[in-house]
């Protein structure tokens, strides 16, 4: 371990001189050094000498700048350090909380409900919010797991249905399971008078009809809102006249082109409401994340303020970050070494943590994972005390709700004590003072790694959280810099609702609603953008332009019920069990080549299932039930066209893009692997090329600075190779997405710009606004690249750096020296050169 502490500031961590503290013997630790405990235990099951530094923060220091000025004061990775799989260790400090006094304007009533719910006096953070909405502020709430985000939209709510006989809200969440968790608190409350109800796909039809008629707090999500709401939005006119507050709850989760479709919905809703005479406040609660107010405005087109300083108490924890050993005995793709897995890593550290008889939870990445670690983790524990087995469980999405509410209450009273899950458990489920969180691989946002990390030590001890890092460049990065995970967010949600794939089936949908004014395009849907898609519509037959504005030309239908939100707008394949005709469920048209192919396995509820045959055409695939002891993963074959040039900068020898693409890509085959990434077979695919207009970033290097840095052309193919598929890897941490939403290209010489040259491009038509993210970082972004394939133990390149896991060249070639001093290049070109704009337009 690097003898280098981090210190507490206000905010967050930074980086200290100084020795660390060591651990002392588990069996003598107080209550309050609970976390380091069961880290000691952790360590020992790995064989681990459990006398490790772990630092202490203290009360001082300032702010953390931003990882990437970071990087240099880290030392060079060490391989001897590969043998301790734990790269850091960071004790948190618990923080008190900061109660202020109830408003003035909340009903006694209301004020006396909360605190027969145990909420004597709000937090700061709860006041401050309230505050703003009571007085028809929109704000957006972005504080900590368990800060109580609930209550400053709840306050407001209940005092203004109290004192309003006939005013309306309506709550809005990401998932009908948060929804009912939301709506099951507010009836506890038992306030008379609210008429609360849930509106979902599962409410049944005599249920919505009394919501329509008789509720004023109203619990949904955005695919009701879009398919049933608004298109009948004159059967909804009682409650959408007095519509006092929208309640957007875990807002950060609408982000890309979801997103983007949701963020325009809110635009048809306010505007619809509008028509009827209200003007509702908007409250929108986040996970900490980047720049919240200017995210909330984007959603919700409208001016929102923020409030981010939390005074909720946390307890304190102490964050490991774990990096699996290579096993020399296991060879990946073209001889790569492999590490253990996070999944049987976590299954370990969930079955030590029971038998130290610490209440934990291992989250895993699917559902079929949570099962087999909670498979796992019952194994390990029957050989040390068979009385223990019955107390480990999984969790996951799939269960009925009666069988998820026993587990849960059962693991609030500790009679059960370990739980393998999914998110499922990350939002809206009231689970506290739990010991220990193992995270099985970051989540993919560091939102999403707080909220788990806060399921445990609620109740006021302090608790242990690991990150146990997969075979990934964004978990080789973080595991190797704590302050990248630890300090200021750094991800930004991204949404683009100028998107004209995403806008165009909005605005057809707006017109279907109430005729669009020039007003409406003008102030609510974007102005010439959307003038130009609406142009496009008419010119197209959808939509008619007449002097009062743009007209939906048939009352008979509604094109709500075709436009899937959640998508990507080419439409969906229905997955259907070949032997029973019963349809599993469906994935997006631009992913099923790369997911429902001839051959792939399918995960639908914790069962397998087989592909067997996909018709694109008829947005069919056929499928029938296995259970195989593998895995697959597409490979496929990209090209990448210019189209326009909307941004350009010269630095030197290196010039920066960014601008639209056509990308042709085409499946040619899949690999079938082992839980441990062992490749046991690579099987060709001939499925038809598909094209995508989209955005991206990209970058040019001049030949001969490659030459002079001692990069031969028989190098350049793999070390660009190996550049791209890390960075790939790497935007994530700067903007909130999946690996798998982006994609990208590398070449030694491209036809339109015709030298060396790496794309990351969107893999949504139009964008998701995540290339443009990545060129306005963009060298913050390469620094982290190049941090995680130089921290990387491997020695020529494997999936914790430069591999990738949908390459279609079969990750060949790959030079990681290469690609390291590639970026070297390029990192000090943007740092040496000022930037220098050049010509932007139409390629081709």
């Avoid at 249905?161 to 709506?183: G, H, I, M, N, V």
């Avoid at 990750?811 to 000090?828: H, Q, S, W, Y």
Wanted: charge should be negative; include cysteine; charged fraction near 25%.
């Amino acid at each position: 371990m690097r003898d280098q502490a981090i210190g507490w500031a206000g905010d967050g961590p930074v980086l200290v001189e100084g020795p660390p503290d060591p651990v002392g013997p588990a069996a003598s630790a107080p209550r309050s050094a609970r976390g380091l405990e069961l880290l000691n235990r952790v360590l020992a099951g790995s064989g681990v000498d459990p006398d490790v530094p772990v630092v202490e923060l203290g009360a001082d220091g300032a702010l953390p700048p931003e990882p990437a000025e970071l990087d240099d004061e880290f030392d060079e990775f060490d391989p001897a350090e590969a043998t301790n799989p734990l790269r850091h260790a960071v004790r948190l400090p618990p923080r008190a909380g900061r109660a202020v006094d109830w408003p003035a304007w909340a009903p006694a009533e209301v004020v006396e409900a909360f605190r027969r719910a145990g909420v004597t006096r709000p937090w700061s953070h709860q006041a401050e919010g309230s505050e703003l909405a009571h007085a028809g502020r929109d704000v957006v709430v972005a504080t900590g797991t368990a800060s109580g985000k609930s209550l400053v939209y709840q306050l407001p709510v209940l005092s203004r249905l109290a004192a309003e006989p006939r005013a309306t809200a309506l709550y809005l969440s990401p998932t009908k399971a948060l929804a009912a968790d939301q709506l099951r608190a507010l009836r506890e409350l038992g306030l008379p008078d609210v008429r609360p109800a849930a509106l979902d796909g599962d409410t049944p039809m005599d249920e919505r009809d009394w919501a329509c008629r008789h509720a004023r707090w109203i619990f949904s999500n955005p695919d009701m809102l879009h398919r049933s709401v608004l298109p009948r939005h004159g059967r909804w006119a009682g409650f959408l006249r007095r519509l006092a507050f929208v309640v957007v709850d875990e807002c950060h989760t609408y982000r890309g082109v979801f997103g983007s479709h949701v963020a325009l919905l809110l635009r048809r809703l306010l505007r619809v409401a509008r028509r009827y005479g209200a003007r509702p406040t908007i409250v929108l609660a986040s996970a900490t994340v980047a720049r919240p107010a200017e995210f909330a405005c984007r959603l919700t087109g409208r001016e929102v303020r923020a409030v981010t300083d939390d005074g909720s108490p946390s307890a304190g924890r102490t964050v490991a970050l774990w990096e699996p050993p290579l096993l020399p005995e296991l060879r990946g793709e073209n001889g790569a070494p492999v590490r253990r897995p996070a999944s049987a890593e976590s299954s370990r550290m969930l079955a030590d943590l029971v038998v130290e008889g610490a209440r934990s939870l291992a989250f895993v990445r699917s559902r079929r994972g949570a099962e087999v670690t909670a498979l796992g983790a019952r194994r390990l524990v029957a050989d040390v005390d068979p009385d223990l087995v019955p107390r480990i469980s999984a969790y996951r999405g799939g269960y009925l709700p009666e069988e998820r509410r026993a587990l849960e209450s059962a693991l609030m009273r500790g009679e059960l004590l370990g739980v393998a899950t999914t998110n499922a458990l990350e939002l809206g489920v009231d689970i506290a003072g739990l010991d220990a969180v193992v995270v099985a691989g970051f989540p993919g946002t560091r939102a999403s790694f707080w909220q788990q990390a806060g399921r445990a030590g609620r109740a006021g001890d302090e608790a242990l959280v690991v990150l146990v890092a997969r075979d990934d460049p964004m978990d080789t990065y973080l595991v190797h810099h704590p302050r990248a995970l630890i300090g200021a967010p750094v991800e930004s949600c991204v949404l683009d609702p100028g998107n004209p794939y995403v806008l165009a089936p909005q605005l057809v949908c707006a017109a279907a609603e109430l005729p669009l004014t020039e007003e409406d395009v003008a102030d609510v849907f974007g102005g010439a953008v959307a003038e130009e898609v609406l142009a496009e519509l008419v010119e197209d037959g959808v939509l008619r332009r007449r002097p009062a504005g743009w007209f939906w030309p048939t009352t008979r239908e509604q094109p709500a019920a075709s436009v899937d939100i959640r998508g990507s707008g080419l439409g969906q394949v229905a997955l259907v069990e070949a032997g029973t005709g019963r349809m599993l469920g469906t994935v997006d048209g631009a992913s099923a080549p790369g997911t429902a192919h001839p051959g792939a396995v399918y995960l639908h509820r914790g069962e397998s299932y087989v592909v067997d045959e996909l018709d694109l055409d008829a947005g069919v695939a056929l499928v029938h039930q296995e259970e195989p002891d593998w895995r697959t993963d597409a490979r496929s074959s990209s090209d990448v066209e210019i189209v326009a040039v909307r941004a350009r900068s010269d630095h030197g020898p290196v010039s920066v893009f960014f601008g639209d693409v056509r990308v042709t890509s085409q499946v040619v085959g899949y690999q079938r692997r082992t839980p441990d990434g062992t490749v046991l077979e690579t099987v060709p695919l001939e499925m038809p090329a598909q094209t995508l207009e989209t955005r991206s970033v990209w970058y040019t290097i001049d030949d001969s600075v490659l030459a002079d840095a001692g990069i031969e052309p028989a190098r350049l193919p793999g070390a660009l190779h190996a550049a791209e598929h890390a960075a790939i890897g790497l935007l994530p941490l700067f903007a909130i997405c999946d690996r798998w939403d982006i994609g990208g290209l590398s070449t030694a010489l491209h036809p339109d710009t015709g030298l060396p040259t790496v794309f990351v491009h969107d893999g949504h038509p139009g964008g998701a606004g995540l290339a443009e993210r990545g060129h306005a970082v963009l060298e913050r972004w390469l620094r982290a690249t190049r941090e995680a394939i130089r921290d990387c133990g491997c020695r020529t390149g494997c999936p914790s750096c430069v591999q990738s896991p949908k390459c279609g060249n079969g990750n060949n070639p790959l030079d990681k020296a290469g690609a390291v001093r590639v970026l070297d290049l390029v990192i000090e070109a943007l740092a040496r050169h000022p930037s220098r704009a050049g010509r932007a337009g139409r390629v081709g």
